[in-house]
T-cell receptor, first 111, second 112 residues
Framework: DTAVSQTPKYLVTQMGNDKSIKCEQNLGHDTMYWYKQDSKKFLKIMFSYNNKELIINETVPNRFSPKSPDKAHLNLHINSLELGDSAVYFC??????????FGPGTRLTVL | DAKTTQPPSMDCAEGRAANLPCNHSTISGNEYVYWYRQIHSQGPQYIIHGLKNNETNEMASLIITEDRKSSTLILPHATLRDTAVYYCIVRVANNRDDKIIFGKGTRLHILP
């Protein structure tokens, strides 16, 4: 009964491809996030959604497009993948904007 | 940019209390101090947060100085599983527009 799950756990792909990472939470939370952790281990927020509404949209390339079909899911679609997109991507959710619950991460490697 | 300063690394013997310091001299009146940790290859995990009073839960205690310019996270009886990077974060609570900004954190090594 995983609280925040992500698929896939590992993703290896070629430059220029389009890929998606899926996130689901079964906690009943209204708000979900995507974070990126690069090779230097810096963890930065990318997006947040509240009840399918985009709340936070950091300065990320528009090749990254989050999609929230319902409040339990927040998927991340990445177009035209570049080498610099290689990182670990974490999904998170929260009920009250205090405690955020993070998923296990998706390690993306762009070759 | 992170609004906090933490030592890059610390060691602590297993079974002893681990005291992790954090400086946040520019904290605003409505900002809380949050602590998260990230165990290797896992997602970050919330530990505790507080405004000005000391806080304690099943994981840790948070001691905030009276002027609120610094705080200490205390793991009372550290175990090997507490080896992780610990992040001290300052942000407004209960605010959907206020994002968590992770700094470099403190890498805590629990020694057997």
């Amino acid at each position: 009964d995983t609280a925040v799950s992500q698929t896939p756990k590992y993703l290896v792909t070629q430059m220029g491809n389009d890929k998606s990472i899926k996130c689901e939470q079964n906690l009943g939370h209204d708000t979900m996030y995507w974070y990126k952790q690069d090779s230097k281990k810096f963890l930065k927020i990318m997006f947040s959604y509240n009840n399918k509404e985009l709340i936070i949209n950091e300065t990320v390339p528009n090749r990254f497009s989050p999609k929230s079909p319902d409040k339990a899911h927040l998927n991340l679609h990445i177009n035209s993948l570049e080498l610099g997109d290689s990182a670990v991507y974490f999904c998170a959710s929260t009920l009250n904007y205090n405690e955020q619950f993070f998923g296990p991460g998706t390690r993306l490697t762009v070759l | 940019d992170a609004k906090t300063t933490q030592p890059p690394s610390m060691d602590c013997a297993e079974g002893r209390a681990a005291n992790l310091p954090c400086n946040h001299s520019t904290i605003s009146g409505n900002e809380y101090v949050y602590w998260y940790r990230q165990i290797h290859s896992q997602g970050p995990q919330y530990i505790i947060h507080g405004l000005k009073n000391n806080e304690t839960n099943e994981m840790a205690s948070l001691i905030i100085t009276e002027d609120r310019k610094s705080s200490t996270l205390i793991l009372p009886h550290a175990t090997l599983r507490d080896t992780a990077v610990y992040y001290c974060i300052v942000r407004v609570a209960n605010n959907r527009d206020d994002k968590i900004i992770f700094g470099k954190g403190t890498r805590l090594h629990i020694l057997p």
